[in-house]
């Protein structure tokens, strides 16, 4: 599930970050303006994003004489966030090692579950139906387009968000979301939790069932 990164800047903005960039030095907006020839007020709204979005950083100058120093700028030190991601090929690296375990259900299960527990929050113990809505909601968060169903004793899954490793590898993938739905309720102490996923019933459509949870 992936994670969220700072999207790439475009434009105006994206010529304000590759000229702090090339120059390794720290601008004054007034130059900036003046070497991009535009309007200063343009420059300080493209360096407000950029720091925004921890792209540029804001230097203290030193004080040569009456009056407010101007404010210098200039690209953060280290890799840029908004470079571009791999999560699929980590995905698959992690799954195909997955896979490759004496029992790789099993495994793919209990790291479900501890992911699972770690979503679940810091929440009071709920009625069946607070659960339900909880999960579901978790689940809206993570891209699989959930819809109750059988009067909530099932939840339908419209969306996998893991589509491609799924059709490669259906038992690990479907094992750790099976995992992570039993591991948020669990955590949440939920009467309630999710004893079987049947995976693909439809084209579209995965099926979660309910079931009250056992505890001894």
């Not at 599930?1 to 720290?26: D, F, I, K, Q, Y």
């Not at 909601?137 to 009067?151: I, V």
Request: aromatic residues 4%; hydrophobic residues 40%; glycine residues 10%.
């Amino acid at each position: 599930m992936g994670g969220n990164s700072t999207p790439a800047p475009s434009g105006r903005r994206r010529e304000v970050l590759a000229l702090l960039r090339e120059s390794r030095a720290t601008w004054d907006i007034t130059a900036l303006a003046r070497r991009l020839q535009v309007h200063p007020n343009t420059v300080r709204f493209h360096l407000d994003a950029l720091v925004g979005a921890g792209q540029v950083e804001r230097v203290d100058a030193r004080r040569s004489g009456p009056g407010r120093p101007p404010l210098l700028f200039r690209a953060k030190p280290g890799m840029d966030p908004a470079g571009p991601r791999e999560y699929r090929l980590l995905a698959g690296i992690l799954v195909d090692e997955v896979a490759q375990a004496p029992d790789p259900v099993r495994s793919a299960g209990e790291a479900g579950r501890r992911w699972g527990a770690r979503l679940a929050g810091d929440t009071p113990r709920p009625s069946r139906r607070d659960a339900v809505e909880h999960l579901t909601g978790l689940l809206d968060e993570l891209g699989f387009r959930p819809e109750p169903r059988a009067e909530g004793a099932e939840i339908g899954l419209r969306h996998c968000p893991f589509l491609e490793l799924a059709e490669q590898h259906r038992q690990v993938v479907c094992q750790v979301h099976l995992g992570l739905m039993q591991g948020v309720t669990a955590a949440m102490g939920a009467p309630v939790t999710v004893d079987r996923l049947d995976a693909f019933v439809e084209p579209d459509l995965c099926v979660a069932h309910l079931a009250p949870e056992e505890r001894g």
